[in-house]
């Protein structure tokens, strides 16, 4: 199976500020077949980035995912208040598909 | 619009059996793959196992493998989670997702509630 380790556990910024979230994985993800999903509290997963750097529809431009390999990062240039939430990596290249145990996004 | 819609919360016995549904419109029910994905009392996503609702090809991670069964009724557009006993580990909100055109999930249902206890 591959192992997601997504890093830190908790980010605490203020608004305005670029949160960098990471996701570090056992084996290669190849074809950058890595998502990203926000989790709100009470509520179900959101799609927000596939291919590793894709966005979803609907998906506002801050919110931006890079990396390959076995490195990638989700970062959100400038948060805003309403993007406190629990982020999870994901790959779907190698079954079973696994995620990252998450980070959750805080505001000061 | 594309709406996966699930049953609602369940209150179970250990050793009770269990099917949960999860209800599919505004696509082609037989063109996209649906995921289930279990989230315990505050922790992290796992994914369970998948159905291609053409076929009715299953693929489980073998940590659910043997546990529950993965279904569709193409006639309804309906996936389905099914235990036959049910344990109070199985404790859990359970998320159908429907895979967009990789293997990633592009939409969700609201998620079921179940909970198991004597």
């Known amino acids: 199976d591959i192992v997601l380790t997504q890093s830190p556990e908790t980010l605490s910024l203020s608004p305005g500020e670029r949160a960098t979230l990471s996701c570090r994985a056992s084996?290669?993800?190849?074809?950058?077949?890595l998502a990203w999903y926000q989790q709100k509290a009470g509520q179900a997963p959101r799609l927000l980035i596939y291919?590793?750097?894709t966005r979803a529809t609907g998906i506002p431009d801050r919110f931006s995912g890079s990396g390959s390999g076995t490195d990638f990062t989700l970062t959100i240039s400038r948060l805003e208040p309403e993007d406190v939430a629990v982020y999870y990596c994901?790959?779907?290249?190698?079954?079973?598909?696994?995620f990252g145990g998450g980070t959750k996004v805080e505001i000061k | 619009e594309v709406q996966l819609v699930q049953s609602g919360a369940e209150a179970k016995k250990p050793g009770e059996s269990l099917r949960i549904s999860c209800k599919t419109s505004?696509?082609?029910?037989?063109?996209?793959?649906i995921s289930w994905v279990r989230q315990m009392p505050g922790k992290g996503l796992e994914w369970m196992g998948r159905?291609?609702?053409?076929?009715?090809?299953?693929n489980y991670s073998p940590s659910f493998q043997g546990h529950v069964t993965i279904s569709s009724d193409k006639s309804t557009s309906t996936a389905y989670l099914q235990w036959t006993s049910l344990q109070a580990s199985d404790t859990a909100m359970y998320y159908c997702?429907?895979?967009?055109?990789?293997?990633?999930?592009?939409?969700w249902g609201r998620g079921t509630l179940v909970t198991v206890s004597s």
């Open positions: 997702a429907r895979e967009g055109d990789g293997n990633y999930d592009d939409y």
């Open positions: 505004g696509y082609r029910f037989t063109s996209h793959w």
């Open positions: 159905i291609d609702p053409s076929d009715s090809y299953t």
């Open positions: 084996q290669t993800v190849s074809s950058g077949s």
């Open positions: 291919g590793a750097s």
């Open positions: 994901q790959q779907y290249i190698s079954s079973p598909i696994t």
